[in-house]
């Protein structure tokens, strides 16, 4: 067994809850989100999603669930031979849906994300920025009842993070459960009322409210 | 959300109507030079199937002409013995052989056809008087799928007791078995180029799943099904089987037609002959040509199978 980089943690994401996960750099954030959209298993402990033990799901269960979860990857992971309008499409592409029934709600959401003129641009030729705002697009495209960001803000400017800021805050308002991984003061200061999961040496702290 | 949901119609018809979208990338990227190296493969790989059917169709065929053309034909052979008039004998096995049903004609060799037969042998100026050869008479049956021979046997037993009746059965088993080893070696190179076409597809589609594992994350991540994935990676090599098979049928249809054409103007030269008398006109026929496209989509099909199966049970090794 390898080192235990998280432990001894008990917390529950409530539903249509927001809720900033931060602490310093190596602290866990990303293993601690990793584990909620099941890509990895704990070595101890239970995780149960959406009233479901995750030991207990198959391969398709786990499909069924990642349906409902949204994700933003810090390093994007945005497909490199796809457009940006086809990587936003992606997850309602996988379910299945023809191409013209999403096609008006993509280009809306692209459109105001500011990636709007960028529909057809391969990601090798967009900024970190717009990598960033068509990862959140592609995140939030299925509507999903749970929200994973990690550093969703950490290539922007000011002026954008708040926008996405907002994004997510209306989002949340719209019944997602949000989770943002960050260690970005000034945005988790933006939005003061949410809850704070605050990792650090392997353990966490919970703050509901106002952050001392 | 507000934004995001309220989408109004105009918008919607707009974007409806905005043909300069791109939205019709595959899933696993089109291009990549494992790819081209895969379609190369099988292409070559097909190109050698097609030309041992191919091969193996032309024998089985020509054998079948060899086979009527030898069976329709008998010989009576009668061997001069002291005391008998060989002329005579000779003469009444052909009026048998003539009145025996299925006989379309019978003939004696006469002299100088005889003579013919055997001056590879004998050299020239044979009289053949002076030799105890026997007479041969060529007895051509009516063209029907089992020649009655056993009642010309009988006639000839009955009414002319000297007559021997050869009808090339052990030639035409001797054929049978060189012709049918020809198409089962045929069969045996055919089915272990599919065996390492197959394995090549194999290893291809091993390292596509290997060098596209970001995309397989993703395609998880974002809520795609195993089988959804593999049916990208399986349509994936569907497209490039597609591509190596017709590419490597279309190139054995020309050699094929190239070789009917070569052999209709060699036909008349003695190495011509020869591959003519083995192969016959070297042409396919339409059949022929329908196996060589049938092979080629059955590798397409055998190539999206494979890639199919390969890339399900790797994912649902993942974790």
Redesign the interface.
């Known amino acids: 067994m390898g080192i235990e980089v998280v432990r001894d943690l008990s917390f529950s994401i409530q539903a249509q809850s927001f809720q900033f996960l931060t602490g310093p750099s190596g602290a866990g954030k990303t293993t601690l989100l990793r584990l909620m ?1 099941l ?1 990895l ?1 704990p070595t101890r402990g239970i995780i149960k999603i959406f009233g479901q033990d995750a030991s207990t799901l198959d ?2 269960a786990i ?2 669930l ?2 409902r979860i949204g ?1 933003v ?1 810090q390093d994007f ?1 945005l ?1 490199d ?3 940006t ?2 990587n936003v ?3 309602l ?4 849906r023809v ?2 029934s999403y ?3 993509v ?3 692209l459109r ?1 994300v500011g990636l709007g003129e960028r ?2 641009a391969l990601p090798a030729v967009l900024s970190g920025g717009e990598k960033q705002r068509a990862a959140i697009a ?1 995140a ?1 495209i ?2 999903p009842e749970l929200l994973l960001a990690d550093e969703p803000t950490g290539n922007v400017d000011p002026g954008l993070a708040r926008r996405l800021l907002r994004l997510f805050i ?2 949340h ?2 019944g997602t459960a949000v989770v943002i991984a960050t260690h970005d003061l000034a945005l988790m200061d933006q939005y003061g009322e949410a809850r704070r999961l605050v990792v650090g040496e392997g353990r966490l702290q919970i703050f509901d409210g106002e952050f001392p | ?5 309220s ?1 109004g119609h105009s ?2 018809q707009e ?2 109507s ?1 043909k ?4 019709d ?1 595959p ?1 696993v ?1 089109a291009s990549s030079i494992a790819g081209r190296a895969l379609v190369i493969v099988i292409a070559i790989m097909t190109f050698l199937a097609c030309l041992t059917a191919g091969g193996a169709i032309l024998v089985a065929s020509a054998s079948q002409g060899w086979r009527a053309e030898v069976s329709r034909e008998v010989t009576i052979q009668i061997k001069p013995s002291a005391g008998q008039d060989i002329n005579a004998q000779v003469a009444k096995a052909v009026d048998v052989a003539q009145k025996a049903s299925g006989v379309a004609e019978a003939h004696a060799l006469s002299k100088q056809e005889s003579e013919q037969l055997l001056e590879p042998w004998l050299g020239n100026g044979l009289d053949l008087a002076e030799l105890p050869i026997p007479r041969l008479i060529v007895v051509r049956m009516q063209n029907l799928k089992a020649p009655d021979i056993a009642s010309l046997r009988d006639a000839l037993a009955a009414q002319a007791p000297g007559a021997n009746l050869d009808d090339h059965r052990l030639w035409l088993a001797r054929l049978d078995t060189m012709a049918d080893a020809i198409v089962i070696f045929a069969l045996l190179l055919f089915l272990l180029m599919i065996s390492a076409m197959t394995m090549a597809i194999g290893f291809a589609t091993r390292g596509a799943m290997a060098g596209n594992r ?2 397989i ?10 089988s ?1 994935i593999s049916r990208q990676f399986q349509i994936h090599f569907l497209r490039l089987g597609l591509k190596g098979g017709l590419l490597g049928g279309a190139l054995a249809a020309l050699f094929f037609a190239g070789a009917s054409a070569l052999s209709a103007w060699w036909a008349n030269t003695v190495g011509g002959e020869e591959i003519g008398a083995l192969f016959g006109a070297f042409s396919l026929g339409p059949a022929g040509y329908g196996a060589i496209l049938g092979v080629a989509v059955a590798v397409a099909v055998l190539t999206g199978a494979i890639s199919g199966i390969i890339v399900f049970r790797h994912l ?1 090794r993942l ?1």
């Open positions: 959209l890509s298993k391969k398709d499909t069924g990642r349906r994700v990857f992971r497909l031979h796809l457009t309008y086809e499409a992606l997850p592409r996988v379910m299945g191409e013209a096609r008006a709600e280009v809306e959401l105001w529909m057809n592609r939030l299925a509507r209306e989002l308002k719209s | 959300m507000s934004a995001i949901r989408i918008v919607a974007i409806q905005d300069t979208l791109k939205r990338m899933l990227p970001e995309i994350e993703v395609l998880h991540f974002v809520g795609a099904a195993d959804y649902r974790q």
